[in-house]
């Protein structure tokens, strides 16, 4: 099975702040990634798809890009119910899999 | 409003069995995939099962391959998941998720239901 990579596990930044996760996969996946929120207590929720296609109704703060085994999660300006953890996901083949997980805390 | 709710988890000893089920509304679930996700305290997410629209397709994660079914009942619009033989790496909140067409990933979540293996 691919592996996916996340880095870093956690950070910590300000609101405002310009927050970036990578996530690596162990083979090259094309574009088909997929980024998730998870605050405490709740459900997953889809951000981008297709490595850089915004889910609707995600603010555009959130960027994705990259392809093949290189991902990035970009916000580009932190707000309060951001901090969260973040997961990608590759769907390039059987079994999908998921990244480890950043958390991104208050500093 | 799309919604997914699960219910069936609890407490049960190794060894033990649980059946999860997803009640679906809001949208027109015999056409879609559908996937069942978990996540043991304080970990990360796994894939566990899905199961593809009409009920005639499944696969599973290699860790429950053989001990876990999937299965679904279009005309109650409810997903499930056997689970026998459990063990306490089994113990996790258990999600149902929406595929969000042929794709293996996920557009609409549950809000999990729990499961704890311990004697």
């Known amino acids: 099975a691919i592996r996916m990579t996340q880095s870093p596990s956690s950070l910590s930044a300000s609101t405002g702040d310009r927050v970036t996760i990578t996530c690596r996969a162990s083979?090259?996946?094309?574009?088909?990634l997929a980024w998730y929120q998870q605050k405490p207590g709740k459900a997953p929720k889809l951000l981008i798809y297709?490595?850089?296609t915004l889910q609707s109704g995600v603010p555009s703060r959130f960027s994705g890009s990259g392809s093949g085994t290189d991902f990035t999660l970009t916000i580009s300006c932190l707000q309060s119910e951001d901090f969260a953890t973040y997961y990608c996901?590759?769907?390039?083949?059987?079994?999908?899999?998921f990244g480890g997980g950043t958390k991104v805390e208050i500093k | 409003e799309v919604q997914l709710v699960e219910s069936g988890g609890g407490l049960v000893q190794p060894g033990g069995s649980l059946r999860l089920s997803c009640a679906a509304s809001?949208?027109?679930?015999?056409?879609?995939?559908m996937h069942w996700v978990r996540q043991a305290p304080g970990k990360g997410l796994v894939w566990v099962s899905r199961?593809?629209?009409?009920?005639?397709?499944?696969s599973y994660a290699d860790s429950v391959k053989g001990r876990f079914t999937i299965s679904r009942d279009n005309a109650k619009n409810t997903l499930y998941l056997q689970m026998n033989s459990l063990r306490a790496e089994d113990t996790a909140v258990y999600y149902c998720?929406?595929?969000?067409?042929?794709?293996?990933?996920?557009?609409?979540w549950g809000k999990g239901t729990t499961v704890t293996v311990s004697s």
């Open positions: 083979q090259g996946i094309s574009s088909y």
């Open positions: 809001g949208f027109t679930f015999s056409s879609y995939w």
């Open positions: 998720a929406r595929d969000v067409g042929f794709e293996y990933y996920m557009d609409v």
């Open positions: 199961i593809n629209s009409d009920g005639s397709s499944t």
């Open positions: 996901q590759q769907y390039y083949s059987y079994p999908a899999v």
């Open positions: 297709a490595a850089s």
